[in-house]
Nanobody, 124 residues
Framework: QVQLVESGGGLVQTGGSLRLSCAAS????????MGWFRQAPGKEREFVSTISWSGGTTRYADSVKGRFTISRDNARNTVYLQMNSLKPEDTAVYYCAADQSGFIQTRAGAYKYWGQGTQVTVSS
């Protein structure tokens, strides 16, 4: 079992930045691919970013490309999402997820373990 806990969300103005963290316990994350997803009110959960087990491969949704950066520190069992140039449409609950395959995944269904989410609100 892997337990994931997100942190770092909050309220920020348009153009601001936040860094989300996802801390894991239970098992080392070093063999897991990790993903970030988000869900806005009344909308389906959507893919944001993913990173391979080694950190060597990443992928981003078009809506966040160039503004968000995913990274990981396997020694700290933590994954990060640096979010810059935030927009009101980035407002959502952000979730991290872990996939045992180790390879990047953009489908939510590929991930077995999920955190509880952290709220990000961007004011205009």
């Amino acid at each position: 079992q892997v337990q994931l806990v997100e942190s770092g969300g909050g309220l920020v103005q348009t153009g601001g930045s936040l860094r989300l963290s996802c801390a894991a316990s239970g098992r080392p994350l070093s063999s897991y691919a990790m993903g970030w997803f988000r869900q806005a009110p009344g909308k389906e959960r959507e893919f944001v970013s993913t990173i391979s087990w080694s950190g060597g491969t990443t992928r981003y949704a078009d809506s966040v490309k160039g503004r968000f950066t995913i990274s990981r520190d396997n020694a700290r069992n933590t994954v990060y999402l640096q979010m810059n140039s935030l927009k009101p449409e980035d407002t959502a609950v952000y979730y991290c997820a872990a996939d045992q395959s180790g390879f990047i995944q953009t489908r939510a269904g590929a991930y077995k373990y999920w955190g509880q989410g952290t709220q990000v609100t961007v004011s205009s």
